[in-house]
């Protein structure tokens, strides 16, 4: 074996507060050594662990790459109302009638990601 990912690094204005938005978005924490102020945090999640870094250039552009929620224990629809209530903004539903489709948002400082299916709801569609 050569790597692995190691952690997703995201740039940032606030790690310690953008750590937070994604800690509670996939039920996870900051790490205990992480505080307010400090130039960088990381959430631990069973996924993928997600390091966030403060920079001191505002986002820009559109992201390259984006994170793909898959929510385990609720329905999509459930999971963008939840995320919403968190502080995440939709940017372009994709959701269609017969419940295929996906959500975009944004996290609190802009970074775009989507909200899929559950595993439920794409085997009641298979």
Known sequence: MTSLVRHVTI???DAYALANFWAKA???RVSDDDKPGDPEAL???AGANLLFIRVP???AVKNR???DLQPQDRTRDEEVERLLGLGATLVDDRRNADGTGWATMTDPEG???CVERSRAERAATA
């Open 111 to 113: 970074n775009e990601f």
């Open 26 to 28: 996939l039920d996870s």
């Open 11 to 13: 740039d940032c204005a």
């Open 65 to 67: 790459v984006h994170l």
């Open 43 to 45: 959430v631990e999640s």
């Open 57 to 59: 250039e505002p986002k």
